[in-house]
């Protein structure tokens, strides 16, 4: 079992730099009790089972102010070590890979920005559960990663990976594979059998299958806020969520902009008594298929769509369908609850928002409760996600994509594209001043009650029920979309 509670830094295993914390395995703001003899005799029977007492004891606390989803209650790194990513090198001490290669609830911290050239993708695997990418803290143009050497030794070119993890939280972190798009099966980023992820701010791009892919069993996922542009042809698409799975699953996509990939926008194809929900997403220039749902597993894809913009593009087809059901194998029917959405295209073509075909699919009420609390209208939905999806700062290939989707009744532009293109300059630049080690600015730290000095990131000084550590950074994620940064 992992020891939430010491305070060394034994149960932190991998080359990585850190700093050791006293941590508490209940949430803030809550007062300890002393154990009782059943409450004693509880935690000896939890130090014999293979879940983390802080996880069992936590799941009723956000990912982070704001979060939403089936992925909402992802813990990540909380209560763990404070790691430091301070080079951009593709492994050894102080890189992004020491990090996530090691075990135990930990945070990693970018002292660094700029492009990390991964020589193979980095990979959460389920002895490194419990953990916490936040990009928002890198300074200068933040991070970049990619995967852009040729090896045909390679298993894969996909930069990062979460496959059979628990409890992981990514944000503001860009993911570009830079490959000839005859390598197949390359993804920008992949989710596979792990469950409490919560995936927000992601830029993906220049995949030659998809820019994101919810492979196997994967469940409790929030995929939120996020970019996912320019598929590399003949294979662009922009996001699978139903890849295979062997169970329900329960799926939140939501806030995000799908931006000029051929088709997958997205594919779902799910068992009965899954949950999937589709939210307040803006959807421009797919080619051929917008949203396909089948139905290839006992039950049939249970699916809501609901306050989604579908926008045509120059590569948009004459007519397309956008909430369109695929009967290929199908094995049973779907239910799809669609509400609020809209579509729009030039007078020269059409997007038809039900295909003919699937309307006798449609129900009237979602299949499940929405696991969205505060659902926008469609047209609100896409001056949103226009102006707050993908990594921050944005960089110039994901401003380029959001200026060329153009007003909401105006022709956009965008194209479909075979070869990836120039890496965006990411600039590095000066960290924040954090002398004490704590993952927090030490200019903002009184801000919340903090103590600059002292290494206190999981008290709450506040008492507002968010640690200061929690509280800082989902402060530091507004102020980067804001264009500021700590000294």
């Not at 000896?44 to 069992?56: G, H, K, N, Q, R």
């Not at 954090?434 to 600015?441: L, N, P």
């Not at 200019?443 to 206190?456: C, K, L, M, N, Q």
């Amino acid at each position: 079992m992992r020891d939430f509670t010491a305070n060394s830094a034994s149960h932190l295993r991998g080359d990585v730099a850190y700093t050791s914390l006293k941590t508490s395995p209940h949430p803030a703001g809550r007062a300890r009790r002393k154990p009782g003899f059943l409450q004693f005799a509880a935690l000896l029977l939890t130090a014999f089972s293979c879940a983390p007492v802080a996880v069992a004891n936590e799941r009723e606390q956000l990912a982070f102010p704001g979060a939403d989803g089936y992925g909402k209650f992802s813990q990540g790194g909380r209560g763990g070590a404070i790691v430091m990513v301070n080079n951009l090198k593709d492994s050894g001490p102080g890189s992004l890979r020491s990090c996530v290669e090691a075990e135990g609830p930990r945070n990693c911290i970018f002292t660094v920005g700029g492009i990390i050239h991964l020589k193979n993708p980095i990979v959460i695997k389920k002895s490194n559960s419990y953990l916490s990418i936040l990009g928002q803290t890198a300074p200068g143009g933040g991070i970049l990663l990619t995967v852009d050497q040729i090896d045909t030794s390679k298993d894969s070119y996909t930069p990062l990976i979460v496959k059979n993890a628990q409890d992981v939280i990514i944000r503001h972190i860009r993911v570009r594979p830079h490959v000839p798009n005859w390598v197949k099966n390359v993804d920008a980023l992949t989710v596979e059998s792990s469950t409490r992820i919560y995936i927000d701010h992601i830029s993906g791009s220049w995949a030659t299958d998809e820019n994101f892919n919810s492979h196997a069993n994967t469940t409790e996922l929030t995929v939120a806020n996020s970019l996912f542009g320019e598929g590399l042809n003949k294979h662009s698409k922009c996001a699978l969520l139903g890849s295979d799975p062997r169970i329900p699953q329960k799926i939140t996509f939501w806030r995000n902009a799908c931006v000029s990939n051929r088709d997958r926008n997205p594919d779902d194809n799910h068992f009965g008594g899954s949950c999937i929900d589709i939210i307040n997403n803006v959807f421009f220039n797919a080619r051929t298929e917008w949203g396909e749902v089948f139905s290839q597993y006992p039950g049939g894809t249970p699916i809501s769509f609901v306050g989604n913009f579908f926008k045509a593009g120059p590569s948009t087809e004459q007519t397309t369908y956008a909430i369109n059901w695929n009967e290929s194998e199908s094995v049973d029917g779907p239910r799809i609850y669609q509400h609020d959405n809209e579509v729009w295209s030039p007078k020269s073509k059409s997007i038809v928002l039900i295909a003919p075909d699937t309307e006798k699919y449609l129900v009237s009420t979602p299949p499940c409760p929405l696991s969205v609390t505060k659902i926008m209208t469609a047209r609100d939905a896409y001056a949103d996600v226009r102006q707050t999806a993908g990594a921050f700062p944005r960089d110039d290939f994901d401003r380029t994509l959001m200026d060329r989707m153009g007003a909401i009744d105006e022709r956009g532009e965008g194209e479909m594209i075979r070869t990836a293109r120039k890496f965006p300059s990411i600039p590095s630049g000066p960290s924040f001043i954090d002398e004490d080690a704590d993952g927090m600015a030490d200019s903002t730290e009184a801000a919340s009650g903090a103590r600059p000095g002292v290494s206190d990131p999981w008290e709450d000084s506040d008492h507002d029920g968010w640690s200061n550590f929690d509280q800082f950074m989902q402060q530091l994620a507004e102020d980067r979309m804001a264009g500021k940064y700590p000294n």
